[in-house]
């Protein structure tokens, strides 16, 4: 009787159970919050100010000034598009809720609605031209960077003859709205800025989104190759519109936090530049430039780098001219980081 010989069955790579390493390095933030606890530590040992208790608010609320923002971006960068327009937008969305209802005379409300309006509106301008044209969004929202630019300070000289709006301070509204976007308390002794607490909001339902629904999966999707996402159904379209819009309607809520710190006055000239930061926060949060991976927690925590980098920096007494330096290091090592963890993480 012949016998029959078995060979010993193949694991299949797709279905085999990955350590706790592999699955902690695959993770797109864990770079940056690595990253995060070692400036801590650089600092609470190089600038004394740094280890005060107090100072843990002023930290936050840098953070949380990029961190907004980065919350879209990230998810803009994970569908696989930049806008380099979000910087000037804050400002536009600032200086049209005061304009408008300073020289109407109306509720601060009312303008606060408009600005809204023109906010998404702008975003939904970005992701048409954009899905109209085929252009790259580098092109299509540096057009709209400079577009914003010029009518920011043509309008404001317009309407105001200076290059800030006129202060809307004592105007119906104004109270209620400043509760709303700049208000402070006091939590232990620390001053916490309200922004902070909507910063912590705004990632926490953005996070939630991106990895516990359907809308998630379809930016993760077209980030990584729109054309087969598009080939099984997703609405290609409607998403990269969509993300556009987002990013409008948190430069909204951005420009609005603007103008109630600010006493209701905005300079037009505000916001150039803000755009790299944002993206920067991205990136080193884990966002690769080239879409289809990244993580709004980790957009976050390179927010509260920004943040504990910014005041380090003061604490520790040193050249603050340094700091843009610290920002071109940083993100040009967190992108080879991210690609070098991703790849070992593959490779697992």
Do not use: H
Not at 29 to 47: N, P, Q, Y
């Amino acid at each position: 009787m012949a016998s029959t010989i078995t060979s010993p069955a193949t694991a299949d790579d797709r279905v085999a159970a990955r350590s706790v390493g592999a699955r902690l390095l695959s993770r797109p933030e864990i770079g940056s919050l690595v990253g995060a606890a070692v400036i801590l530590v650089f600092f609470l040992i190089a600038a004394p100010p740094f280890r005060d208790i107090n100072n843990t608010g002023t930290i936050l609320y840098g953070a949380a000034l990029i961190g907004v923002m980065a919350v879209p971006v990230a998810l803009l960068m994970i569908g696989g598009e930049f806008d380099l327009s979000a910087g000037v937008a804050v400002t536009t969305s600032g200086l049209t809720a005061g304009i408008f209802a300073y020289q109407l005379s109306l509720n601060v409300w009312a303008g606060i609605l408009l600005a809204l309006v023109v906010s998404v509106a702008v975003g939904a301008f970005n992701g048409w031209l954009l899905m109209r044209t085929g252009l790259p969004s580098f092109l299509v929202t540096l057009g709209t960077f400079f577009i914003l630019q010029g009518v920011n300070l043509a309008v404001t000289r317009l309407t105001s003859g200076a290059v800030a709006s006129n202060s809307i301070s004592d105007m119906d509204g104004f109270g209620a709205a400043k509760a709303v976007f700049a208000s402070e308390f006091k939590l232990g002794g620390i001053t916490i800025k309200i922004i902070i607490v909507w910063w912590i909001l705004f990632v926490a339902i953005a996070a939630w989104v991106l990895l516990k629904t359907q809308i998630g999966n379809w930016i993760f999707a077209v980030g990584g190759d729109a054309a087969a996402a598009r080939a099984v159904g997703v609405p290609v379209k409607k998403v990269k519109i969509g993300l556009f819009m987002t990013v409008g309607f948190f430069a909204w809520f951005t420009g609005m936090q603007l103008l109630f710190v600010q006493n209701g006055v905005v300079q037009s000239g505000e916001g150039v530049g803000k755009e790299f930061l944002y993206i920067i926060a991205a990136v080193v949060g884990g966002c690769l430039l080239t879409g289809g991976y990244g993580s709004v927690v980790g957009g976050a925590v390179g927010a509260l780098i920004f943040g504990m980098v910014q005041l380090g920096v003061v604490y520790a007494g040193w050249n603050a001219d340094w700091f843009k330096a610290f920002l071109g290091v940083m993100l040009l090592l967190a992108t080879i980081v991210n690609l070098v963890v991703r790849s070992k993480a593959e490779a697992r």
